[in-house]
Structure formats: structure tokens, C-alpha cells
């Protein structure tokens, strides 16, 4: 996993990354706060862990601990989109070290969709994910659209909408179309079931 974590740790000083900056109840998404976990990642504060075979990457705010595809950044061609999976993840990493009780599993994975798609958007990359891009191109009738195609689609808009105004906070009605799409998405509503916590700050000491 030392690729993956050099590539992080890396990915959080390259201002494609550092200059999305934007605000969600109470979060704060800018460059201090992506320095802050590229510190804890640093310091060991955050750990990073290789995924289960049949798992994809992800971020434990119970544990302060990423757990990522090995095989991320090692294939060129993917080596875009897998930056924007980075970047999905350490926003989660950035909501969590700041510790506010009020923010749900949702509004974490807002954050991190919101990020990713900011991401994308400078890098030129598609909308992406699950029900957005599948074998082909099937029309987007409402009977094929996914909850996970609204979602994201949704959190382009917004991420557009940060690229345009720095600093701003969300927009609420377009924040509710997101929340209300994963929701509706099985595999998410299943994971905010379980996973309530989400923004508890880090409780790992400095590990030299």
C-alpha cells in the first residue's frame, strides 16, 4: 500500500485538489482542511488499508482508516479516475476531522461526491459511477435512470457551482436532490443505516 499512500499524500499537495473549497453545514472544505489530512495521514493518524478482494475504497471515520484498492494508481490509463476515487475518499477524511456532531453518513457522501465531481470537472473527466456510465449508451429514460445516476448528476451541478463561487456553501434545493437520491439507492441507504458515524474527529495518537 506504499503506492497508494506516496500517491495521496501527494494528491493533497496538487492545487486541482486543494483550491475546491466549499462549505456544508458547518464544514468546511478548503486548503487548510485538505492540509490537515495530509498531515494526519503524515503523522499516522490516518491509516491506510488494502480493500477486501471484493471490496471498493473507502473511508472508516470509526477507525480514522482508508481502505483502498491496491491496484489503484498502478494502470496509466486509469490513473485520472483514480485520483478522483482518492480525492472521493480524503473529503471524507476531511469531514471527519472536523468533528461535527450534526453531520449525517449523507451529507458526508454529498462532500465527497461534490468533491469528486469538482475534481472530474477540472480534469476532464466524464460524470462517473454506477448507473452514469454502463456498457453502451442506453437513453435516459426514467425506467433505466438509476438513484445513483440523480445523485450524481446532481452533484455535478453543484460542483460546477463550487468551481464558480470558492468558499460558497452548498445550495440547498440541489443538496436535498442528492440527499434524496442516495437514499433511494439500496446499497447507500443500507450503509447509512449502519454507518452513523461519520464526523467524530480523529482519536488515533501520533505514530512515529
Not at 471484493?54 to 494508481?73: H, V
Not at 455535478?156 to 433511494?184: K, N
Given at each position: 500500500?506504499?503506492?497508494?499512500?506516496?500517491?495521496?499524500l501527494?494528491?493533497?499537495?496538487?492545487?486541482?485538489?486543494?483550491?475546491?473549497?466549499?462549505?456544508?453545514?458547518?464544514?468546511?472544505?478548503?486548503?487548510?482542511?485538505?492540509?490537515?489530512?495530509?498531515?494526519?495521514?503524515?503523522?499516522?493518524?490516518?491509516?491506510?488499508?488494502?480493500?477486501?478482494?471484493?471490496?471498493?475504497?473507502?473511508?472508516?471515520?470509526?477507525?480514522?482508516?482508508?481502505?483502498?484498492?491496491?491496484?489503484?494508481?498502478?494502470?496509466?490509463?486509469?490513473?485520472?479516475?483514480?485520483?478522483?476515487?482518492?480525492?472521493?475518499?480524503?473529503?471524507?477524511?476531511a469531514?471527519?476531522?472536523?468533528?461535527?456532531?450534526?453531520?449525517?453518513?449523507?451529507?458526508?457522501?454529498?462532500i465527497?461526491?461534490?468533491?469528486?465531481?469538482?475534481?472530474?470537472?477540472?480534469?476532464?473527466?466524464p460524470?462517473?459511477?454506477?448507473?452514469?456510465?454502463?456498457?453502451g449508451?442506453?437513453?435516459?429514460?426514467q425506467?433505466?435512470?438509476?438513484?445513483?445516476?440523480?445523485?450524481?448528476?446532481?452533484?455535478?451541478?453543484?460542483?460546477?457551482?463550487?468551481l464558480?463561487?470558492?468558499?460558497?456553501?452548498?445550495?440547498a434545493?440541489?443538496?436535498?436532490i442528492?440527499?434524496?437520491?442516495?437514499?433511494?439507492?439500496?446499497?447507500?441507504?443500507?450503509?447509512?443505516?449502519?454507518?452513523?458515524?461519520?464526523s467524530?474527529?480523529?482519536?488515533?495518537?501520533?505514530v512515529s
Amino acid at each position: 500500500m506504499d503506492l497508494v499512500r506516496r500517491m495521496m499524500l501527494w494528491l493533497l499537495t496538487q492545487p486541482v485538489l486543494t483550491t475546491i473549497t466549499f462549505r456544508h453545514l458547518g464544514c468546511v472544505i478548503d486548503r487548510a482542511a485538505w492540509e490537515a489530512v495530509r498531515v494526519a495521514i503524515s503523522d499516522n493518524r490516518i491509516l491506510i488499508e488494502p480493500a477486501g478482494l471484493s471490496a471498493i475504497s473507502g473511508y472508516n471515520a470509526e477507525r480514522d482508516t482508508f481502505c483502498m484498492q491496491p491496484s489503484l494508481f498502478t494502470v496509466a490509463a486509469y490513473f485520472p479516475s483514480d485520483c478522483a476515487t482518492a480525492a472521493h475518499e480524503l473529503a471524507h477524511a476531511a469531514a471527519d476531522m472536523q468533528a461535527i456532531a450534526a453531520l449525517s453518513s449523507a451529507d458526508s457522501e454529498l462532500i465527497a461526491y461534490v468533491t469528486e465531481e469538482a475534481f472530474r470537472l477540472r480534469q476532464g473527466l466524464p460524470n462517473d459511477g454506477p448507473g452514469v456510465l454502463n456498457v453502451g449508451a442506453p437513453p435516459l429514460t426514467q425506467a433505466w435512470r438509476s438513484p445513483l445516476h440523480d445523485a450524481l448528476v446532481a452533484a455535478r451541478s453543484l460542483a460546477s457551482f463550487v468551481l464558480a463561487h470558492p468558499g460558497a456553501s452548498l445550495q440547498a434545493p440541489t443538496v436535498a436532490i442528492v440527499r434524496d437520491a442516495l437514499g433511494r439507492d439500496p446499497t447507500y441507504r443500507r450503509q447509512f443505516a449502519e454507518n452513523t458515524v461519520t464526523s467524530n474527529g480523529l482519536r488515533r495518537p501520533i505514530v512515529s
